[in-house]
């Protein structure tokens, strides 16, 4: 069965950090380019991050681009997303997903779409 | 920035009818478009990608239509538990980024 679980998640402080782990078990994890998504209870998707199976590409939204990092350790079938600098608008519930093409397709640099999605984990950035 | 905006906000239909869903962008996407399905308490379900083709065991009251800059998903005849919110996502190669719509939600 393919599986994401994402862990990490928590209550912390403005302008503190905190680091989201996504485990994948069921698929071959470094053929794909992974992505966190998060949503605002209530409130729409975004998509915040994502790398190609080789971490050759990152691509980052422009609301975290310069405060997030995503990396990942394909010996350890492990996905990461390094917030620092955190505010309050960064609260929400933080998915872990698959890409859905593999890095034989294409250049394998880019991302595509996603079919597999982890339960998420909250984060939330309150003082 | 590639914006996705999808129409209508709200959807109220009755089981058995027919669901049309327009997400349209602000500039083309040739067919670089997915569609998602999420209910309440839920991650999201890939429904369509590349536009018309449907994930793996979506039925096939599900479909997708588009090109260029207007798409559109259609269910056939609504069954009880499609009622739930869609959105829309497209892709872009440079600068590498997903971008979603805002979504519509699709109620009794």
């Known amino acids: 069965e393919v599986q994401l679980v994402e862990s990490g998640g928590g209550l912390v402080q403005p302008g503190r950090s905190l680091r989201l782990s996504c485990a994948a078990s069921g698929i071959n994890f470094e053929d794909y380019a992974m992505h966190w998504v998060r949503q605002v209870p209530g409130k729409g998707l975004e998509w915040v991050s994502g790398i190609s199976w080789n971490s050759g590409t990152t691509g980052y939204a422009d609301s975290v681009k310069g405060r997030f990092t995503i990396s990942r350790d394909n010996a350890k079938n492990s996905l990461y997303l390094q917030m620092n600098s955190l505010r309050a608008e960064d609260t929400a519930l933080y998915y872990c997903?698959?890409?859905?093409?593999?890095?034989?397709?294409?250049?394998?640099?880019?991302?595509?779409?996603?079919?597999?999605w982890g339960k998420g984990t909250t984060v939330t950035v309150s003082s | 920035e590639i914006v996705l905006t999808q129409s209508p906000a709200t959807l109220s239909l009755s089981p058995g009818e027919r669901a049309t869903l327009s997400c349209r962008a602000s500039q083309s996407v040739s067919s670089d478009l997915a569609w998602y399905q999420q209910k309440p308490g839920q991650a999201p379900r890939l429904l369509i990608y590349?536009?018309?083709i449907r994930a793996t065991g979506i039925p096939a009251r599900f479909s997708g239509s588009g090109y260029g800059t207007d798409f559109t998903l259609t269910i056939s005849s609504l069954e009880p538990e499609d009622f739930a919110l869609y959105y829309c996502q497209q892709r872009s190669n440079w600068p590498p980024a997903l971008t979603f719509g805002g979504g519509t939600k699709v109620e009794i």
């Open positions: 997903t698959k890409d859905t093409r593999t890095k034989y397709y294409g250049s394998g640099r880019y991302f595509y779409f996603m079919d597999v």
């Open positions: 590349e536009a018309s």
